[in-house]
């Protein structure tokens, strides 16, 4: 996507408030140049996702320094002049040390008074506990939302688990859906079926089944006990088929192994594996690799295999927001 100053200067009937957020804006009417400048202040987390979307933001990336203090509490500084501008603080929240990270470059982005902060987690984590399923635990989902709000003007991220989250929150939360980066990554490939691991996920593989002009299905995944979880493959041919398996996240990527391998063992020829998030605990891309034939995921977690990116959806979410 570009972003194209006289649209939204149309759209916007001049109002600087909600001018598109590149570095010089042409103001037609009274035919002069502002200059008005978007930050990004990315984590650790998520550097490459940051410069694909200061790119097409034309927003200026602020040099963070870090470092750790003798006793290795976690220290950060933004470098930039931040106070009066539109800043997005972009970063995952997947390990403990992301949270700390992400918490403290919130608060100093916040202590320089910008006009305005948001959050971008294009992973939340901690949202899979989003309720209490046993009698003294934490929500934890509600723990960081609340967090995370008493700093954020506003929130946006990707694919939460639950939608749940959301209502934790104490300003607005956009949680995107990426379904057209997927699509247009998948639209020339050879694919017979789309199945999701299990029915929660089957709204997305039925999408994108829809878009592509494919059959979708989903495994039948039933708890047995505490230890056993039963799947069921659907009914269907698969002999010599081209099978996508789509879902949210790939975790410990036991889900996913054991999908692709009951497929495989019913005689499939190509087995992709497509998610959001791909976390890979344990070595479990290696373990798919093994079995399917290509693993892709989003740049939502920034690894080898995200090879569909989800900018553009953040960057539309954002100038969506700053226009509404
Ligand atoms: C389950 O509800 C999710 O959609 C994923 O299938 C699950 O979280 C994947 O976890 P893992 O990779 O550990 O099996």
């Known amino acids: 996507m570009t972003c194209l100053p006289g649209k939204y200067l149309e759209e916007s009937s001049l109002n600087i408030d909600f001018i598109c957020p590149i570095q010089k804006v042409f103001l037609k009417d009274v035919n002069t140049y502002i200059d008005y400048k978007m930050y990004i202040v990315p984590s650790s987390t998520a550097y490459g996702l940051s410069e694909k979307l200061a790119s097409i933001l034309s927003a200026d990336i602020s040099e963070v320094e870090r470092k750790r203090f003798p006793d290795n509490e976690m220290y950060v500084r933004v470098k930039e002049d931040i106070s009066g501008q539109d ?11 992301d949270l700390i990270e992400y918490l403290l470059l919130l608060n100093a982005v916040r202590e320089e008074d910008p006009k305005s902060l948001t959050a971008i987690i294009p992973y939340f984590g901690y949202a899979r506990q989003h309720m209490r399923y046993h009698s003294g635990e934490p929500i934890s989902s509600k723990v960081f939302t609340e967090a995370i709000s008493e700093y954020a003007d506003r929130i946006i991220s990707v694919e939460l688990h639950n939608d749940q989250t959301i209502k934790y929150s104490k300003v607005p939360f956009i949680n995107i859906k990426i379904m057209n980066p997927i699509y247009q990554y998948f639209k020339n490939g050879d694919i017979d079926y789309i199945i999701s691991p299990d029915d929660g996920g089957y709204e997305r593989a039925r999408n994108l089944a829809n878009k592509l002009g494919v059959e979708s299905y ?15 493959l659907p009914n269907v041919n698969y002999k010599n ?4 398996l789509v879902d949210d996240i790939i975790s410990t990527g036991g889900t996913i192994i054991r999908a692709s391998q009951m497929l495989k ?24 690799s093994d079995i ?33």
Do not use: P, W
Request: proline residues 0%; aromatic residues 4%.
């Open 87 to 97: 800043v997005m603080v972009i970063g995952n929240t997947k390990n403990d040390s």
């Open 218 to 232: 989903y495994i039948n995944k039933k708890r047995i006990n505490s230890n056993t979880v039963q799947m069921d």
């Open 241 to 244: 088929k081209n099978v996508l």
């Open 265 to 288: 063992d019913r005689g499939v020829n190509q087995i992709g594996v497509c998610a959001v998030h791909g976390i890979f605990a344990g070595n479990s891309d290696k373990k798919i």
């Open 292 to 324: 399917a034939t290509n693993l892709i995921v989003t740049d939502t977690i920034e690894s080898k295999y995200s090879k569909i990116t989800i900018a553009g959806e953040i960057a539309s979410a954002l100038l969506n927001k700053i226009r509404a």
